[in-house]
């Protein structure tokens, strides 16, 4: 396993949904989930142009393999209607580095035992 393929997820969703969704970015392999509330500061016109009209959001952040990108995205849009407007903003972010071997597995969801991978 290597850094090149882990990324960083992040979900902004309405804040009703945000139980849901992490439980079923759970079932797609999503790692290390966390979740943060959020209030949307953005100007009113700004919101409806990018589809986001509720103020009370979450933030989901959580770690994914490359390779399940996809996959997030396929259930992003069938499970919570991504594809539509004002249903809520995913995006990746790649990392490129991490404190260790023992972070790497942990933020990948690798199994370890006492430190090291099993």
């Known amino acids: 396993m290597s850094t090149s393929e882990l990324k960083t997820l992040f979900i902004i969703i ?16 999503v ?26 959001k979450m933030l989901v952040v959580g770690t994914i393999k490359a390779e399940q990108v996809d996959l997030v995205r396929s259930l992003l849009e069938t499970e919570f209607g991504f594809s539509q407007k ?3 903003i995913a995006f990746t972010v790649p990392i490129s580095a991490v ?15 006492d430190g090291r991978k099993k």
Request: charge should be negative.
């Open 31 to 56: 790692n290390f989930q966390h979740e943060v509330f959020a209030l949307g500061t953005a100007r009113t016109g700004f919101l409806e142009v990018i589809g986001i009209g509720e103020t009370e």
């Open 14 to 29: 309405d804040r009703k949904n945000a139980d849901k969704l992490t439980q079923s970015l759970a079932t797609v392999g």
């Open 99 to 113: 404190g260790g071997p023992a972070s790497l597995y942990i933020l990948a969801g690798s199994p370890m035992k």
């Open 86 to 88: 004002g249903s809520g």
